[in-house]
């Protein structure tokens, strides 16, 4: 397997000039490459490559970075090695292609991922509304979207009959006039 | 396929011998229900008595279902919040992960599962409380080998027992950073360990900082309320480990070990004012004297030089630390380590006037006069005698002066036979040392090993470094030669009695079991006491002393309004943690004195 | 004669089916034109609060993913931690681990009769097969405390070891069952009703099951041999021996062949796990779980469930919090896109049989 997975690196930043291969153990291979080059590439290792089965499709919000990263693993039933392409989309201006002419179930990935993070997937065609219903706010999958001040503002909290409850480091506190500076409560449990 | 399947028709009615079967839900026909497995995750249960209050249940708790609430009947103490858990059992999911997080192993589940009510507050139940008889039907229970405690301590890396004697390097080698993040990560963050500290040091906070990778919050953290944390880290008694909720199941968290490791990363008194970056008041005007540079003074000193008051310390001694300096040997805590950090205390504006005896070189009255405050740290330096014939032969010695002369750096022959008496850690102290000194050393004590005050990590390096201890011998003569030195001491067995009080069992000389061991040199280390001439006319009756001590209040006031006091002359518990405590609470009680709470200004 | 298109909306109770989700059909007359999946009943944002848990307590969530199968998904995030961690697993637990998985794979089988039975009106033999999953229910809560969500495949291997005598009870249950297996296939293989409902019906095209991503069941119900365990064997699955069984027909009575082998296949995998099982270690303890940080990167990993094909992906920026966990679900595949496609031209009366023979599960796509 392990010349396999050379010989495929080897193809693929031949094709690909701006793809970089990340090294990994086992039966995992790994490409970083710009968005731009996603369709291209993914028509690549499926018709060429033979990775003819689309095992995921993920996204995560890099709110640090400014940058959502998507990530598409493919499959190969021959030669049973996974490949992992990564890209990073502007997360001020999240746009995507749509790929799936490629493979059909990519419609519902992109589809969840339209709803839950905002990305655009240029001519993707379903419905607006997927898992969502009526929602006005922003993509909640978003790290900058709180679920729990959400939970909180909109169901009802069994506020008077566990009011009694207290912070166990607290009552510790008070009880010995332990004075615990600002700067360090952020470490506190 | 024909039109009329036959086979297809008939088989189906085969499902007819089925008829009258036993439903096998039931354990027996028409209604009793079958018993939930062994293992089954229902209804909490809490062992109220066992429980502590950490609260580990309640963090790990995805749904928020676990509350710590007070109990009627439990008062919260010293490694016991006094809280115990509440379940919603509207939010609880039953996945058990309270059980596997507990450290004592006090809260289970039950083969219990039904509850019906139309009031959801009556779904909130106190386990063990609201339900006693939980106890009967304990079903998912926690044990050592499913816990998610980690109960075993990274060891600590250590020069071995026959390299350490040959001389006074440090024995402890100190975590490096990856063993560090490793114990520091052990901890839950409970905080019943700040109880127990008598300084009441942040420590779940600085622990994390650690874990966390952030060591210099960590530093930081640790000098909010103690100046002098490295001490601490290596040498102090630790009472926040007796108190460790992992201790309960295993090896408590090494928070001693952990204090050192951030510290020593602070590598220069220049280094450690660059992390700390304390904030240094504007001058106030307000001048106090200290008398004594020991762990009490220095916090005394530091603290209210970061408040803006000008702090002279008066030291006898050619080196500030007291105890710390004089009575620690060496391998324990290096001397460097101590420079470090009294020299970063005096860089914050502290002046120390070494060589400087109160009530010799200077009146305690002048003292009293220049300042406005002052802080008595004197601690206690007079050694306690033990009463028996040959006590003043040549080659009897009192250990804490054995160590003071080491520790500043003269020679001392105690040939090599060397018998130390007492079991607290200046014995231990005095018996390591010996060893570095290439003496062969036996330790008497009068009652059992386990009853020794040291602690127990120097009774095992002790026995390491192939040091003997006798227990049980009650000396009562030392022989001496024709020249007037020490030659042998003569000492009783005893046994152990219990008290009928209920105290700890006293020890009884056996008559006629005397024996005799051969010595050049005994060592006595049965305590010290504390030495108050310096306090001459009017201030001997103005500030009051009993049984020894200072009586001061909580503020360390002692009944003259203008003095404080702290460190081994004014509490009971003697070790340097307490004396840092000391100092602190007097800071605070100096400043509200002269300036006032900062509300009233 | 020019019909006129009628909009239908079916469910989003359907028979055999765990959890809800609509159909909207485009009908003439009983022949659907259009079919479009609108789901949205049952989105409990699993992996949003995932984020902010930590990465144990984020294990207690993954078996909610899919009610009638929960434990490879649990299994799939714990080998994904692992993965990520470069944690060793004790040889024990991963027989364990196999042993819970097949339990699961038959008592969700056992579902999936009474399912794709009850589709089609034959109730009886759910009645019997729901029943007798209670046997091996049974046998989780033995095991695990639990009936249902069993809470109990853990980064770093299982949360408790075999109880006593347990290995007996399991071989005695597989021996009942596969007894009581002939009933059933007696009741449902046998039966006429069974046989013209389902033969020709729900195709799918072989040619193109690859590319429109069907695994499991319906991709072997399509003469198509591939399964993870196999693939890409994780746990002991190579240490094992067992078949794939594939069918020809592409249709429900192919898949529901499919199944039936299935399960005698996971009796003879059970019965080798119990034979095999080594003594030793269970668990290979993770660090507090607190302060549990994962290094930095990512991890997917692909299990067999009854559905297919389900995968893992995690994603960890360094701290004790997943960045993300991301659940694959083959009825994520099969119940969108494949479901839309396959519908048209089928009978309105047919949707609910070929539904179940997809293995949908709308919590597993709502996550």
Known sequence: MEERKKEIIQTITDHFKDAVSNPYDGNRVDFTIPKQQIPAILFYLKDEMGFNHLSHISCIDWLEDKQFELVYILWSYTDRVKVFVHTRVDREQPVMDNIDMIWRQANTYEREIREMYGIRFAGLEAPEEFLLEDWQGPPPMRRDFDTYAYAMKTFWDRQEARSNAQDVRETIRRRTGEELPDFAKKYSR | MSFIDLKGTLKPLTALKQFGRKPHTLKEVPFVPLEAADRYRGFHYNDIEKCIGCGNCATICQNQAIDMVPVEGIEGHKGDSGLRPRIDHGRCCWCGLCVDVCPTSSLSLTKDYLYVSDDPDSFLWMPGVDNPDGKERKAFTGTPETSLNDFQRVPMPELEGMERVKSFAEVVLGYNEEQARAEASRCISCGLCTEACPDHMHIPEYINAIARGNDADAVRIIYDNNPLPEMCGKVCTRRCEEVCAIAHRGEPIAIRWLKRYATETARNADIIREIVNPEIKEPNGYKVGIIGAGPSGLTVAYYLALRGFDCTIYEANPKAGGMTMYGIPKYRFPEESLDKQIEYIQKIGVKIHFNTKVGKDIPFKEIYEKYDAVFIGVGFPKPWTLGVEGEDLEGSIQAVNFLYEINNGKQVDVGDKVIVIGGGNVAIDAARVSRRLGAEVTILYRRRVQDMPADWEEIEGAEQEGVHIIPQAIPVKFHGDEKGHVKAVEYLKAEMVPDEKGGRPRPVPIEGSNTIIEATAVLGAIGQQGDYSFLEGVFAERIKIERGRFVVNEKQQTSDPKVFAGGDAANRTADAISAIADGYRAVKGIEEMLVGTGKDV | ?367
């Not at chain 3, 989700?21 to 009943?41: F, H, N, P, S």
């Not at chain 3, 009638?68 to 060793?88: F, H, I, K, Q």
């Not at chain 3, 109880?163 to 449902?188: A, N, S």
């Not at chain 3, 690859?210 to 003469?223: A, D, F, H, K, N």
């Open chain 3, 1 to 367: 004669m020019r019909e006129k298109a009628t909009t239908l909306y079916l469910g989003p109770q359907h028979p055999g089916i765990t959890g809800n989700m609509m159909i909207r059909l485009k009908v003439k007359g009983d022949t659907i034109v259009q079919a479009t999946t609108e789901v949205g009943y049952l989105h409990r944002a699993f992996e949003k609060l995932a984020e902010r848990r930590n990465w144990l307590q984020s294990f207690t969530l993954m078996c909610r993913f899919c009610v009638p199968e929960p434990d490879p998904v649990e299994e799939s995030y714990a080998r994904a931690v692992e993965t990520l961690e470069g944690r060793e697993v004790p040889e024990r637990a991963k027989y364990i681990r196999v042993l819970v998985l097949e339990l699961a794979r038959i008592a969700s089988y056992m579902l999936w009769y009474g399912g794709q039975a009850g589709s089609l009106g034959l109730y009886t033999i759910g009645q019997w097969s729901v029943g007798d999953r209670n046997y091996i229910l049974d046998l989780f809560e033995e095991l695990t405390g639990g009936r249902v969500y069993h809470m109990y495949i853990w980064p770093g291997g299982v949360r408790r070891d075999l109880p006593m005598g347990f290995e007996e009870k399991v071989l005695k249950t597989m021996d009942y069952l596969e007894k009581r297996l002939d009933d059933y296939e007696d009741l449902m293989f046998d039966n006429a009703i069974f046989r013209k409902r389902t033969i020709g019906v729900g195709i799918i095209d072989p040619e193109k099951a690859i590319e429109w991503g069907v695994v499991g069941p319906p991709l072997r119900g399509c003469g198509i041999q591939h399964d993870v365990r196999i693939d890409e064997p994780y746990e002991v699955y190579d240490q094992l021996d067992f078949e794939v069984p594939t069918e020809e027909g592409c249709d429900i009575w192919a898949r529901a062949n499919v199944r039936r082998r299935e399960i005698r296949q996971s009796i003879r995998i059970i019965r080798q796990v119990i034979d095999k099982m080594p003594k030793g270690e269970f668990y290979n303890k993770i660090p507090n779980p607190h302060k549990w940080r994962l290094p930095k990167g990512d991890a997917y990993v692909r299990t067999e469930a009854v559905r297919g094909e389900v995968g893992m992906y995690i994603a960890s920026d360094g701290s004790e919090h997943p960045r993300r966990v991301h659940f694959r679900g083959a009825a994520y595949v099969h119940a969108v896109t494949l479901l839309e496609d396959l519908l048209v031209g089928e009978n309105v009366a047919d949707v609910s049989a070929i539904m179940n023979s997809l293995g949908t599960c709308p919590p597993e796509i709502e996550r």
